[in-house]
């Protein structure tokens, strides 16, 4: 064997796994979609505007879990194209959760803006990482590890969270659990549940 070829393999692997794992770098300074189609459009058409997005001044609209969470992604900011990164507004009302989740494209850093929230993410051996943070202060979550966050101060609370890909993506455990259809006696097997809670659960999360 060549001596050269155990180290060759080593630079393989790792450019394989640092360029599979992120966002792919930009070849331009921006890439502002054109309406309609796949590609750029022309750099000297673009303005200020492209790179201003105003969604977030104020709180989104409110779940029945006491989160309002409003994603600035690639989806409505077009200005993030290719420059893998985007962001988050979540406000909490008093006792207010974001459900168990995880994204399986970015790292989080979450940065409290206001309020004190109960905050943390599990590992894959099942070890919980959590405690209250407050008000400037700063919790990260691994990408892809399921995270969680709740409102524990007698005020309401906000954060805004940053990510490492333009498009994280979002998968809530109960909405995928039993919102997306997986077979009922899986899910009685899996979760010791009969057929009648299985049915209560998959109404409450499937899709509306």
Partial sequence: M?????LL??????YAITSLGSDPDPVQDFC?????????????AATVEDFVFSGIKFPGKFSETGLAATSVNVNIFPGLNT?????????????GIN???FHPRATEIAFVLEGKIYSGFVDTENRIFAKV????????????LLHFQMNVGDMPATILGSFDSQNPGLIRIPNAVFGSGIEEKLLEKAFGLNSKEIAKLGKRFAPH
């Fill in 133 to 144: 943070i407050e008000k400037g202060e700063v919790m990260v979550f691994p990408k892809g």
């Fill in 9 to 14: 393999l080593v630079f393989f692997l790792y």
């Fill in 2 to 6: 060549c001596p050269k070829l155990p």
């Fill in 32 to 44: 502002i979609p054109s309406t309609g189609i796949a590609a750029c459009k022309n750099s000297s």
């Fill in 99 to 101: 459900m168990p989740h």
């Fill in 83 to 95: 420059l893998g990164m985007s962001f988050v507004r979540a406000d909490f009302e008093v006792g």
